[in-house]
Nanobody
């Protein structure tokens, strides 16, 4: 059974930092590229960062230089360190494999506001 459990979201001021975690079931995590996606109100869900099983990383231009994705294969967990947060980063953040499958976790809300 596929399970994705995101955590670590919250409310921060612009310029702040958060670290998101996603615990994934082995069936979706092993041998797959994993990614963080986000969906702002009224917008589509977009992939913003991915990491392959071998550690190759790519970022969307909107977060490059501010966010860092990492994974712990032993724990089947993927992380997203978010620094220099901006109001436009406000969204629900999800993890999934890349390309994603039909199942999504509940996501974690990130709100950046002064």
């Amino acid at each position: 059974q596929v399970q994705l459990v995101e955590s670590g979201g919250g409310s921060v001021q612009p310029g702040g930092s958060l670290r998101l975690s996603c615990a994934a079931s082995g069936s979706i995590f092993s041998d797959n590229a994993m990614g963080w996606y986000r969906q702002a109100p009224g917008k589509q869900r977009d992939l913003i960062a991915l990491i392959t099983n071998g550690g190759r990383i790519n970022y969307a231009s909107s977060v490059k230089g501010r966010f860092a994705i990492s994974r712990d294969n032993a724990k089947s967990t993927v992380y997203l360190q978010m620094n220099s947060l901006k109001p436009e980063d406000t969204a629900v953040y999800y993890c999934n494999k890349v390309p994603h499958n039909a199942y999504w976790g509940q996501g974690t809300q990130v709100t950046v506001s002064s």
